[in-house]
């Protein structure tokens, strides 16, 4: 296995006579050095055994050397029949297979049948597949091995280029592009209250015919056109001149394939994709619960929740049906089952779509189990997959047209009123899909909420008030996780294992922060995507990269060979490598002169990148040594500078007067209006709350401080009843050792950057980031420091 958690779970289910290992994941990888992929020698590569996995690879030799037969039942995916073959090879090259059985076992739901099944059903290894994960880790190696180091030489040390990581940031970039050139367009709209005669509750009806032309958005395109139209409108009696009405019928979603899990677990939930896959690992790997019987036993929740299929399997598929025959009534359930087809490129239908194991564990069943991130997401895969086996729903739709001061259905000026009902609603009655942000007109125009009164032609109606409403035109929405995974998915990019790390590599490698759930590019983000773009379009094209993934999948298949994939790769791509190293110059990428000239020497501005993201330098220097923010900062120093203090809500807890808000220096913050006889302040904005649970108290979540000096340090949320606290940053990953909830990241000098578990009588580490490495990132911070922003 993979887990150690999963490891103690299927040992239950096997009993005496099994042994089952965890592998920890990778057993092998490739070392980060020149040479590891040859590609003079067919693309071979030369795996080693990382320290951190010594121990795995001597508990796995011991555990064979006793044994008469080996299966190897890791995930039933790419990555988890190439760790199956990774262990293969090293256990034969130790010379422990000789005059044994090896065999490959996969399930896709931790419970007993599915195990037993799977042993009964043993299969060789699938060499396509494992050569599909070879390409890919091989292709992955070339680009981050060889561009990386030139992102370092052209734009600063510590970057990062990737397959999919630098197509994800220019979706990210391009956006904020078309944000940043948008401009508004206004337009009008005219909304009339109306009441049915001796009614008090009203309805909207908007204008939509004028001089007896349709109007569309932008009819209506300033004030003084809306203000003779409501003019028209006013005091006018009206008459219902039409009335439409028809039933739709609305159907259920599939179940959750990985990509869509973690975008309705963004919508709904507020999870990250991350933190989705980190709790569905958990309900996939197995909890302890009470059976039937009222017996513990340790069970897998969910199936396997690394998926692009929508296929459910006939058992689940029949027990479902059941459940809704039994629960909501036979008018709730289809006369035959529900069958889906992925909308995924090359989708592996031969895999489950993401399940409950047993959907009769209801969610109510498991609330004094489950943690409450573990119940809210295993209740969400609940609904989703019984609502997706339920009757459609039935919706009845009616549009009214309304004729102003004429019962002509043909009048010059006319509204229409619309409005919705459910009449019946099927799988509506457990599940609803969410939505992605839509813009404040979307929202105007959305009327499928609202439902009108009963009204016959010919009838009249009062009209109590006409509203003309200004509008503009807005901008696209930033991308949040979910809108970013999807349009991945869309382009084919990326498969359900690369989606939640894409989205940290970015963040990590400080490209892009996460604001308010939304992506803002950060400068240096910018900057990289403008070279990435410029000198490597092919690479960072949506087309090329979602092909490649298709080749990977043609690998996987059977149907193309590994090599020749690569070849036909490897030679543009170094070619073109080695020609931007020699054509291109740190001081082109990182600068671009501005329309702009210096106020105090009259030369041109340019604008730079520094340490802390990009400003505006007088090209004089060092003769004229002229500076000023640029962007979020000047916007934010031109706000310092007007603005007024604000009242808040807040009362001093000192001498009980109104806080008001200011912004100084560092942002804004807390200030007490009877200064300067009270000098109390506090900050604006509660500390970062890490998310990782405190495991003293187990109610508290770690939130990140600054002590008195200065230093950064991260406590329990329950202080003063919690005094845990630690000193290094907590992340919600499990030890793969001792399988603690979170581990930390520890910086030195000696050891770089490493993951270390704080748990007592562990003592499991991974180095991130080596302490040349870390040496040669803080060196380089500090001369672009001196270089672009002593001046500053």
């Known amino acids: 296995m993979e887990s150690p958690a999963k490891a103690k779970t299927i040992n239950k289910f096997l009993g005496r006579g099994y042994k089952v290992v965890a592998t920890y994941g990778h057993i092998r990888d490739l070392p ?41 039942a890791t995930d039933p995916d790419r990555e988890g029949e190439a760790i199956s073959w990774h262990v293969h090879e090293v256990l034969e090259k130790k010379k422990l297979l000789k005059d044994k059985t090896v065999k490959r076992v996969v399930f896709h739901e931790i ?88 009614q008090q509750r009203t309805f909207d009806a908007r204008l939509a015919v004028a001089d007896g032309k349709k109007l569309d958005k932008f009819s209506i395109a300033d004030e003084k056109r809306a203000k003779s139209l409501t003019a028209a409108i006013a005091d006018k009696p009206l008459t219902v001149t039409s009335i439409e009405k028809k039933q739709t019928k609305r159907k259920p979603a599939p179940p959750f394939i990985t990509s869509t899990l973690q975008q309705e677990a963004s919508r709904k939930l507020g999870f990250s994709a991350k933190k989705t896959m980190t709790v569905a690992q958990k309900l996939y790997e197995g909890l302890e619960i009470r059976n039937a ?51 995924a490129k090359n989708a592996q239908e031969a895999h489950e779509a993401i399940r409950p194991t047993d959907v009769a564990r209801l969610p109510e069943m498991l609330a004094d189990v489950l943690e409450r991130d573990l119940l809210r997401l295993y209740e969400l895969i609940w609904k989703r997959t019984v609502a997706c086996q339920m009757s459609e729903a039935k919706i ?32 509506m009655k457990v599940y609803m899909e969410g939505k992605d942000e839509v813009s404040a007109q979307d929202k105007d125009d959305d009327d499928s909420e609202t439902m009108l009164p009963a009204m016959d032609e010919g009838e009249t109606l009062q009209n ?80 090329f990269t979602a092909n490649l993934e298709d080749d990977l999948d043609a690998v996987s298949r059977g149907e193309r060979e590994w090599t020749p994939l690569m070849e036909s790769f490897w030679k543009p791509f170094i ?14 990428v990182t600068s671009e002169e501005l329309d ?83 000098k109390n302040n506090q900050p604006l904005n509660k500390p970062r709350d890490t998310g990782v649970k405190c495991p003293e108290c187990g109610k508290g979540t770690f939130l990140e401080k600054k002590s008195r000096r200065g230093k950064v340090f991260y406590s329990c949320s329950g202080y003063p009843k919690c005094k845990k606290a630690l000193w290094d940053e907590p992340l919600e990953q499990p030890c793969p050792k001792c399988g603690a909830p979170f581990v930390t990241v520890k910086t030195t000098k000696k050891r770089g950057v490493e993951h270390v578990c704080v748990a007592e009588g562990c003592d499991w580490r991974e180095t991130v980031m080596g302490p040349g490495e870390l040496e040669a990132q803080q060196e380089a911070q500090q001369q672009e420091s001196s270089d672009g922003d002593k001046a500053a």
Request: proline letters at 6%.
């Open 111 to 198: 419970t007993k049948k599915a195990i037993q099944d799977a042993v009964a059903n043993a299969r060789d290894m699938d060499m396509d597949m494992v050569n599909a994960q070879q390409a890919r880790r091989a292709l992955d190696y070339l680009v981050g091995f060889n561009l990386s180091p030139l992102l370092w030489k052209k734009v600063r040390r510590g970057l990062s280029a990737g397959r999919v990581q630098s197509v994800a940031l220019r979706l990210v970039c391009e956006r904020e592009e078309e944000i940043t050139a948008f401009k508004p367009q206004e337009y009008w709209s005219i909304t009339a209250s109306v009441a049915k005669e001796g």
């Open 596 to 678: 702009e000239n210096c106020p105090e020497c009259g030369k041109p501005l340019s604008l730079k990148l520094g340490r802390y993201g990009r400003f505006k330098a007088c090209t004089g220097y060092p003769e004229c040594k002229y500076t000023a923010p640029f962007g979020k900062e000047a916007e934010e120093k031109a706000a310092q500078q007007s603005e007024e203090p604000e009242l808040s809500d807040e009362k001093c807890e000192k001498c009980g007067k109104p806080m008001l808000i200011k912004t100084g220096r560092y942002g804004k913050y807390l200030a007490c209006s009877g200064y300067p006889d009270c």
């Open 396 to 427: 009845d739709q009616v549009a009214a047209q309304i004729s102003v001061d004429s019962a002509d259905p043909n009048a010059p000026l006319r509204l229409r009123a619309t409005g919705s009902s459910v009449a019946f609603p099927g799988f």
């Open 293 to 343: 019987e009222g017996k513990k036993e340790v069970v897998g929740l969910i199936s396997y929740m690394r998926t692009d299929s929508v296929n459910l399997a006939n058992e689940a598929i029949d027990a479902i049906r059941g459940l809704v025959g039994e629960r909501y009534g036979n008018e709730y359930l289809p006369k035959s089952p529900r069958k889906f087809k992925s909308s």
């Open 464 to 543: 109590l008030g006409v509203e003309p409403k200004q509008h503009f035109t807005e901008p696209p929405p930033r991308y949040t996780e979910a809108t970013l995974v999807r349009a991945l998915e869309s382009f084919g990019i990326g498969r359900p294992s690369t989606y939640a790390p894409t989205m940290s590599t970015l963040q990590d490698r400080g490209y892009v922060k996460l604001e308010k759930r939304k992506f803002y590019p950060e400068d240096v983000g910018m900057v990289v995507n403008k070279y990435l773009t410029q000198h490597f379009s092919k690479y960072v094209d949506y087309n």
């Open 575 to 588: 070619e073109q490598i080695e020609e931007k190293e020699k054509t291109t110059s740190k001081a082109e």
């Open 32 to 72: 980060s050095k020149n040479g590891s992929v040859d590609v003079d020698n067919g693309f071979a590569m030369r795996y080693v055994v990382p320290k951190t996995s010594s121990k795995h690879v001597e508990a796995l030799t011991a555990a064979v050397k006793g044994a008469d037969e080996v299966l190897l």
